[in-house]
């Protein structure tokens, strides 16, 4: 099975701070998304990484910063949390290709509240 | 403008009735379509894939795709109060290699 995990369940940090928020998937993905879902928002994306140390804008990477180090291991920053980035945080991994290689399976998710 | 559109619900049908959730996506180019579950406060869960043209069955779960119609829909046969969740249509477009887009989600109710 596809385990794509994400290093806190819940989190709460003060405006101002630097916030990372870590992902690893262990099927050797080479896609890893971040997203960001709100309530009458629905799924938005933030930044995705097709391969190792390339990272391309989503559609609201304003505020983020990401790191791909390594393959399995995606990190999303926020430089200096501010309050309307209180949200949950959602990263997700799929294989290159077409058809079923698009499937993205998605980690439990970050609540992020920002006070 | 929004690529890819659910009936906006909420739905509600009773338990054992079909739930019928649709979406339209405007790219003639997208290639690949996936249904997607999601629980209150949980993340998505993948539950149907389709990629051609036709009917694709999986035990209560049937996806229908007419790409001339540019038209997905999820079919749930005898609902159960365990589907009531949030159902997301996502396309990957010709051009959007490997991102997904969403549509907003319909809220299905399966009620006793």
């Known amino acids: 099975d596809v385990k794509v995990t994400q290093s806190s369940r819940y989190l709460v940090k003060r405006t101002g701070e630097k916030v990372f928020l870590e992902c690893v998937q262990d099927?050797?993905?080479?896609?890893m998304f971040w997203y960001r879902q709100d309530p009458g928002l629905g799924l938005r994306l933030i930044y995705f990484s097709y391969d190792v140390k390339m990272k391309e804008k989503g559609d609201i990477p304003e505020g983020y910063s990401v790191s791909r180090e390594k393959k399995e291991r995606f990190s999303l920053i926020l430089e200096s949390a501010s309050t309307n980035q209180t949200s949950m945080y959602l990263c997700?991994?799929?294989?290159?290709?077409?058809?079923?290689?698009?499937?993205?399976?998605f980690g439990p998710g970050t609540r992020l509240t920002v006070l | 403008q929004k690529e890819v559109e659910q009936n906006s619900g909420p739905l509600s049908v009773p338990e054992g009735a079909i739930a019928s959730l649709n979406c339209t996506y405007s790219d003639r180019g997208s290639q690949s379509f996936f249904w997607y579950r999601q629980y209150s406060g949980k993340s998505p869960e993948l539950i149907m894939s389709i990629y051609s043209n036709g009917d694709k069955e999986d035990g209560r779960f049937t996806a229908q795709l007419n790409k001339a119609s540019q038209y997905v829909s999820l079919l749930i046969r005898d609902s159960q109060p365990s589907d009531s969740a949030t159902y997301l249509c996502?396309?990957?477009?010709?051009?959007?290699?490997?991102?997904?887009?969403f549509g907003q989600g319909t809220i299905l109710t399966v009620h006793p």
């Open positions: 997700a991994s799929s294989f290159k290709g077409l058809g079923s290689y698009n499937e993205q399976f």
């Open positions: 996502a396309a990957i477009g010709g051009t959007s290699y490997g991102k997904l887009t």
């Open positions: 099927m050797d993905h080479e896609n």
